[in-house]
């Protein structure tokens, strides 16, 4: 290799070259790095809520300004962190790398997607400094519609805002995945990490108009005074949680799907196998998407809606967990018998692994009608869904970092420190959100931050483990930051993986490739490869 | 720059004789051609999602209160939708019309049918703004200053709320449409487009297409409630 090759990094310099850049690898790192300030913001928010829960009186923050954190940190990790984490920052990266392509399909349009994401996390940003917001970020009516004083509307416009850079994303994304492939790249050659955005980009699609013209509707109620969800005027203020929730099921799915996408590229490569049941695990993320859209209501179990739709999204919900329980299977059936290669990126995945399993056990337990009605709006819930989300989207997406930040950047990160940090993450976050499964079936309501003096104790234990936690994410930040500057070359292909991304130099060039790839083999033809590792 | 190296047939960007309009990462014009259309339907996908949000609220209010429904829509003048009906119907044939000349090489005629479109939209709007005015005078804009006799009044003005978001929305869409079709026409008009390439205006017409029939289904919805009077 010649001294400096030619890449995507150094080829032009200056900060426009940047801001005005079409090539799908920068817009990645651009939001890579949006998508972290989002994180230590929505992480500051997380760790007064856990600061104020140390003591039972509420000592460190008012009534209002605990509603605003609780509020602010949900909004901000939701809208900023977990819907773009991997789709819009790995996703772009290795997307149309994964594909043989130069670009994604609309490369203007994905720099636009960046820009709008940008401006709504402005706006959002600007309505918590003037005040906040405090409505959950459920913004159910009629508190966000009238009760409130706080700054909803504001809020409100940003997440519509962004809501477009979620969906130009995702189309872009269809479009690519559809149009761009390289020559004999058929579907099921795919790798599953692009069947896994494809799913996701369906959920985009779909779902996201409906929020927005939910908060649309929500805003000319609570601006213009209009009534659609006003029961004072006949409006039915449910209305508004059926469209909420259409669309924010399934954005559960947009978190988690990519991240196993992920997960699956991950674990095939450190088992030197080739994925069990390909298939199955390509058509089970786009069941999940689809049966995603017909769950909804399953956060509805307490509103009156009527007893025998519940009976119905009950048992919708359960089936949904049919096609994840396929993945969970298809992962631990693809490390049995492997040569399993215990590298940072599946120490994260592992970790991925145990927690989802718990968060989708829990998750049937909330859907159960009977209990749902005794752990609804308990830290059960709250339990339940950090593990989906935090535990299995942030693993996820900190397994996918992991795999190809060589790619990225072209440097190899410590892997001791990646082992360290995430056996403590692991280690912090069981602590955190696994009291709050016995704090939620006690009857501990979320959203207070008062709390009878029986809770202290596993109160300050969910403390602990948050600050065990914090301490996790800042060493991966500065490992990670450590080796831009100090780490080793990665060469093309630091892990013998398979997948077209890897055959090209790292960090990559302009353009992606020296030549058009043509692919002639299945993905994860690891059996084959005579490369020993280890 | 280090530009890729072609190795297979139809990879146009090494090859002399590549379009203007392709852009580097396509291989061929029909590969673009295929990736703007699709991005086009997938984008009115997501249209015909955000607008389901309000003919769903429409459905639920209306089985709830069909007498209010009923009272309420008969203060629209069913004349001037009528009227703006086809207005709009028309204005899709223009805009057909303008695909297939740009489609056949004429920018001339690509030109004035669009122009033609626009007018005819331009025409749609003055109309709904002499009917929003009507409301705006009779105090039927939601809201605090919102009048409507008898008991239906709630209910009216969920009405009343529907029916500005929607055509309010409709209009939206319509006016972002002009400003998509001046583009257009100053590129026909530019001789940008041939018989090879004419992509934009073919996914300006799936947009236009798209918005008219947004009016197609308001109509009825939104009009002929209950012209025949089994609620009055």
Partial sequence: MASTPLTYLNHEHSVASWLLTKDHKRIGVMYLVVVTLAFFLGGLFATLIRLELATPAGDLLSNDDYNKMFTMHGVVMVFF?????????????????????????????????????????????????????????????????????????????????????????????????????????????????????????????????????????????????????????????????????????????????????????????????????????????????????????????????????????????????????????????????????????????????????????????????????????????????????????????????????????????????????????????????????????????????????????????????????????????????????????????????????????????????????????????????????? | MGDAVAVHGGHGDAHAHHHPDLQHHFDTLEQQHEAATLGMWLFLITEVLFFGGLFLAYMLYRVWYPVAWAEASRELDIVLGAFNTAVLIGSSLTMALAVRAAQTGKQRATVVWILLTMTLGFVFLIVKYFEYKEKFEHHHVPGPNFVFEGPEAGPAQIYFSLYFLMTGLHATHMIIGFFIMAVIAWMAHKKRFTPEWYTPVEITGLYWHFVDIVWIFLFPLLYLVDRAGHFA
């Fill in chain 1, 81 to 534: 962190v977990l819907i773009p984490a991997v789709p819009a920052i790995l996703g772009n990266f290795v997307l149309p790398l994964m594909l043989g392509a130069k670009d994604v399909a609309f490369p203007k349009i994905n720099l636009l997607s960046w820009y709008v994401f940008v401006i709504g996390f402005l706006f959002t940003v600007y309505a918590m400094v003037t005040g906040g917001v405090d409505t959950g970020w459920t913004f159910y009516t009629p508190y966000s519609s009238r009760a409130s004083n706080s700054n909803v509307m504001m809020t409100g416009i940003g997440v519509f805002i962004t809501g477009f850079s979620s969906i130009l994303t995702g189309l872009n994304f269809m479009v690519t995945i559809h149009r761009m492939r390289a020559p004999g790249l058929t579907w099921f050659r795919l790798p599953l990490f692009v069947w896994a955005v494809y799913a996701t980009s369906l959920v985009q699609i779909l779902g996201t108009p409906v929020i927005a013209i939910t908060v649309l509707a929500l805003a000319v109620e609570r601006g213009l005074h209009f009534g659609i969800f006003d029961a004072a005027l006949g409006g039915d203020p449910v209305l508004f949680q059926h469209m909420f929730w259409f669309y924010s099921h399934p954005a559960v799915y947009i978190m988690i799907l990519p991240p196993m996408g992920a997960i699956s590229e991950v674990i095939a490569c450190f088992s030197r196998k080739s994925i069990f049941g390909y298939s199955f695990v390509a058509f089970s993320s786009l069941a999940i998407a689809i049966f995603g859209f017909l769950v909804w209501a399953h956060h509805m179990f307490v509103s009156g809606i009527s007893v025998y739709s519940a009976l119905v999204f009950s048992f919708l919900t359960y089936a949904v967990a049919i096609p994840s329980a396929v993945k969970t299977f298809n992962w631990t059936a693809t490390m049995y018998k492997g040569a399993i290669w215990l590298k940072a990126p599946m120490i994260w995945a592992i970790a991925f692994l145990a927690l989802f399993l718990v968060g989708g056990l829990t998750g049937l337990f909330t859907a159960a009608l009977g209990v749902d009605v005794h752990i609804h709006d308990t830290y059960f819930v709250v339990a339940h869904f950090h593990f989906i989300m935090v535990g299995g989207a942030v693993m996820g997406f900190f397994a996918g970092l992991h795999f190809w930040w060589p790619k990225i950047t072209g440097r190899m990160y410590s892997e001791i420190w990646a082992k360290v940090a995430a056996i403590v993450v692991l280690a912090g976050f069981i602590l955190t959100f696994g009291p709050q499964f016995i704090l939620g079936y006690l009857g501990m309501p979320r959203r207070y931050h008062v709390y009878p003096d029986e809770f202290q104790v596993l109160n300050v234990l969910s403390s602990a483990g948050a600050s065990i936690l914090a301490v996790g994410y800042l060493i991966v930040g500065i490992y990670l930051m450590a080796s831009l500057f100090k780490g080793k070359h990665a060469g093309a292909n630091p892990w013998h993986a398979t997948g077209l991304e890897w055959t090209t130099q790292s960090p990559p060039l302009p353009h992606n490739f020296e030549v058009q790839p043509i692919v002639t083999r299945e993905a994860y033809e690891y059996s084959s490869q005579e490369v020993t590792v280890g």
